[in-house]
């Protein structure tokens, strides 16, 4: 195991009716002028934006609101919100929505205190201070109510990319299940599968010995391959729906991947996915990580055959663990489908024609010199078979 420092001082409040206390948690780490920042409206139309200023209300909390994110949410309405925060002095981001809502609610938070560009933490500057966020989670997905990151796309040129800080993990953060029940099964999938995906970036290691944190991992993944088609098959499901938030929360904070390296490549390879196409970025994922998967799995067999043995029930054939290892991932592949996901570019509405375009944003975007790291290095011409495998 590797040395590490672990620091997640997010204070959870889960279950039924907590979005009900955001004006008491507001209050108590420290807000007193609030923006509230949402998405394209699925928060007005359940009522939970007039339950939460209620209650800040109650708690005598004023409030400036700020809505319109898009999913892969855009720099423009950063800039927008950076604004409103110094004009109306506000103190505290009260995100209320999906990833996409708590990234841009990070990215204001940021840049609301820094003198230059916010961008330029999406390009390689460390943040060390933000106001502080707080969320209310109304998707089970990407992780980022735990996270010290965000991710954002900047209009001019469509370049997804990633910010990092413990300034970022959020003060707080509301965990109902029940508000994830009116979710669109499609976003349901896609929040499952980056839950996947983000164990999945960790299990994919170079460091040996890290039995806790596989272990963690293969408990996590196993949960999700039981609670997934139960949501699936019955939205309302709310103890599925509480076990996935809370599996996504601790897929994406770190607890699992401390101590070891990680890979991160299927991630890299989707953003460009949904940078250019807009996709959901679960459902590029799903495409992606059988690609990346199958392309990489001789680097290390035994990895790949230890997942597909103790997380998928595949039977270890020590005479050919190359097999097992590839029993491994079909069976995640057919775990996706099975939850209504896309599993090739057509069904994305990707094209093979702009796989040139895709290879020279991955591998030459962000200061990157021809190649993306992690569980394995890959080139330009690695990364364009892996796309030529999406193509099917
Ligand atoms: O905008 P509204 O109307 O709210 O609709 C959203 C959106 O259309 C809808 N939705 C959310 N909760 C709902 C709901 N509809 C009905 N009922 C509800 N309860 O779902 C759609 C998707 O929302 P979004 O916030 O985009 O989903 P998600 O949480 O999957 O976030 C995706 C973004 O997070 C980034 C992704 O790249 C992507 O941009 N990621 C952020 C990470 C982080 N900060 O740590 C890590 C991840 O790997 C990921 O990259
Ligand atoms: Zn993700």
Not at 92 to 110: E, N, Q, R, T, Y
Not at 229 to 253: F, K, L, S, T
Not at 264 to 291: F, K, Q, R
Not at 369 to 376: D, E, R
Request: with cysteine; net charge negative.
């Amino acid at each position: 195991m590797k040395n590490f420092t672990f620091y997640s001082p997010t204070f959870f409040a889960f279950g039924k009716d907590t979005e009900n206390d955001a004006g008491k948690y507001v209050k108590r780490f420290g807000g007193s002028k609030v923006l509230i920042h949402y998405g394209g409206g699925s928060v007005v139309r359940s009522g939970l934006l007039d339950r939460v200023k209620k209650s800040l209300e109650e708690a005598g909390i004023s409030f400036v609101e700020l809505g319109g994110v898009k999913p892969n949410p855009r720099s423009g309405l950063v800039y927008e919100g950076i604004e409103l925060c110094k004009k109306e002095n506000v103190d505290f981001i009260l995100a209320v929505g999906g990833g996409s809502v708590i990234d841009s609610s990070k990215a204001i938070a940021a840049g609301t205190l820094y003198d230059g560009d916010f961008w330029d933490f999406y390009t390689g500057k460390r943040v060390e201070n933000a106001l502080p966020v707080g969320t209310i989670l109304t998707i089970a997905a990407a992780g980022s109510e735990g996270s010290p990151d965000s991710v954002i796309t900047k209009e001019e040129g469509m370049f997804k990319r990633g910010a990092s800080g413990d300034a970022l993990r959020p003060r707080f953060s509301i965990l109902n299940p029940a508000l994830t029940q009116t979710l669109p099964p499609y976003q349901t999938a896609a929040g499952i599968t980056d839950i996947m995906a983000h164990l999945h970036e960790r299990y994919l290691t170079n460091t040996k010995e890290v039995e806790v944190t596989d272990r963690l991992i293969e408990g996590l993944l196993l949960t999700m391959i039981h609670e997934g088609p139960r949501v699936i098959e019955d939205p309302d499901n709310y103890e599925a729906r509480a076990n996935i938030m809370w599996a996504g929360m601790m897929a994406h904070n770190n607890s699992c991947g401390v101590g070891r390296s990680q890979d991160w490549n299927s991630h890299n390879i989707e953003h460009e996915l949904s940078a250019l196409y807009d996709c959901a970025h679960g459902a590029g994922l799903a495409v992606t990580m059988p690609a990346v998967f199958r392309y990489v799995y001789k680097h290390d067999v035994m990895r790949f055959a230890k997942l597909a043995v103790r997380v998928w029930g595949c039977q270890m054939d020590f005479d050919n663990p190359e097999r097992t290892a590839l029993e491994g991932i079909t069976a995640l592949e057919r775990f996706l489908k099975s939850i209504g996901m896309p599993l090739s570019f057509a069904e994305l509405g990707a094209k093979e024609e702009d796989i040139p375009t895709l290879v020279k944003a991955l591998c030459y975007g962000d200061g990157r010199t021809g190649s993306i790291s992690g569980f394995v290095t890959l080139d330009e011409n690695d990364c364009t078979k892996i796309y030529q495998m999406m193509v099917r």
